[in-house]
């Protein structure tokens, strides 16, 4: 089957490197007798317009030459479509990218394109809003809020503000149902983890499996200032294992489980961000995880 590619270009993410990224794609586009075009991304997220160029031209895949917002909101709009997602990462994070192995290199992630294999990718619904890689409640989400405001993105400035956020840091009030087994908790923050990470490979869920149909929950709970950073490291660098929640809700700093659907009342309004874009936060939140959502190209 002839492959038929529409790059779905950022114009703001990747910078003076884009134009240099576009032409490559040009150029192995063209050796390898692929059919593309590029078309670039709107800052509404409205890709209603995308569905009827997939089915006249008989697109098979779309490539999203970006960030994680833009991953979020174009498989997320075209969702249910007989269609192939890739992703050539240039944005600040790429959460889902990393996870799924795509290279950061634009060329490497390129020739995953084009000779990768198809993988089916979960999602979740925290209330309303549509994740595909990770949301959060509380510090990190703050941390997303003061990130949006800067100019300058990427790893150094959210960087900035997680450590400005952190001598500000108070745990926010929870109460947590998954099933049938409800419990209160003080935490710093709460993430839901379908992808591993917050994105640069740091990865907050090391246990996160993008297609097990099943959501890593990680809740910093209330700790000594000093305390926090020593165990947000440990659980980064995976030496946390999955835990079986009843025993451990009193026991640990950090909890670490999986489930395909809880609910969290936000006693406090702590802040939310759904994957790495602030939102306005809620009382109550209802999450479902929403099983091989997509289906995307991986190394």
């Not at 979020?72 to 944005?91: D, E, K, M, S, W």
């Amino acid at each position: 089957m002839r492959r038929n590619i529409i790059f779905l270009v950022n114009p703001i993410s990747g910078g003076a490197k884009k134009d240099t990224v576009l032409k490559e794609i040009e150029k192995v586009a063209k050796e390898k007798g692929l059919e593309y075009k590029f078309v670039p991304t709107n800052a509404e997220g409205d890709y209603e317009f995308l569905k009827h160029i997939i089915a006249k031209e008989k697109v098979t895949d779309v490539v999203i030459v970006g960030g994680d917002g833009t991953v979020n909101q174009v498989t997320y709009a075209l969702r249910g479509i007989n269609i192939h997602f890739g992703i050539i990462p240039l944005g600040s994070g790429n959460g889902l990218a990393f996870s799924a192995g795509i290279s950061k290199k634009p060329l490497q992630a390129l020739q995953h394109i084009i000779d990768g294999k198809i993988k089916p990718v979960d999602a979740f619904l925290i209330n309303e809003h549509y994740s595909c890689m990770l949301s959060g409640i509380g510090l990190d989400a703050n941390v997303a809020h003061d990130f949006a405001q800067k100019a300058s993105r990427g790893l150094i400035t959210y960087t900035q503000q997680t450590i400005v956020n952190y001598f500000k840091a108070q745990p926010y009030q929870f109460e947590i149902t998954i099933n049938d087994f409800s419990f209160f908790t003080e935490a710093f923050f709460i993430s839901i983890a379908n992808s591993n990470q917050f994105g640069n490979n740091i990865t907050i869920a090391p246990h996160a499996n993008i297609s097990d149909g099943l959501l890593d929950v990680v809740i910093v709970q209330k700790m000594s200032k000093t305390k926090l950073p020593f165990a947000v490291l440990r659980q980064l660098r995976g030496n946390n294992r999955l835990q079986k929640l009843v025993e451990d809700v009193s026991k640990k700093n950090i909890l670490n489980f999986q489930t395909d659907s809880l609910t969290i009342k936000n006693l406090k309004l702590a802040p939310l961000h759904v994957d790495g874009e602030p939102k306005k936060t809620d009382s109550e939140f209802h999450i479902q995880v929403l099983k091989h959502s997509f289906e995307l190209i991986h190394p």
